[in-house]
């Protein structure tokens, strides 16, 4: 579900122009381009494009970028409170093999 609402703010402030929601899941496709000069929208600035899957995100200042970092630093925080420690290659490969094990009773199917 996306929503879209402008943002008030009082003056002073940074704005958001649009407000939208995202469920992500999984490896998500993402890449970060620059927009300057001819490219930028006419009368428009110089800007960072993220793109994070479907969503693309343009930040217009440095002060927007920090906001974004200081966001995700906090969201990578945490990480192992809400998903659990992150695993590697050869830890999942052991959890699947126990798991096999555990459904056959075959110790053939620990490898």
Do not use: W
């Not at 969503?55 to 002060?63: H, K, M, P, S």
């Not at 192992?80 to 056959?104: C, H, I, L, M, S």
Request: glycine content about 10%.
């Amino acid at each position: 579900m996306t929503r879209s609402a402008t943002v008030a703010m009082p003056p002073g402030h940074g704005s958001c122009e649009v407000s939208t929601q995202a469920l992500c899941f999984g490896p998500i496709e993402t890449s970060v381009f620059a927009v300057a000069g001819s490219t930028a929208r006419p009368g428009g600035r110089a800007h960072v494009g993220l793109k994070f899957g479907r969503v693309l995100i343009y930040l217009e200042d440095r002060a927007s970028l920090d906001a974004l970092a200081g966001a995700v630093g906090q969201a990578l925080q945490m990480a192992n409170a809400v998903f659990g420690p992150a695993k590697d290659a050869f830890t999942e490969a052991e959890a699947a093999a126990q798991r096999r094990y555990e459904r056959t009773g075959d110790l053939a199917k620990l490898r």
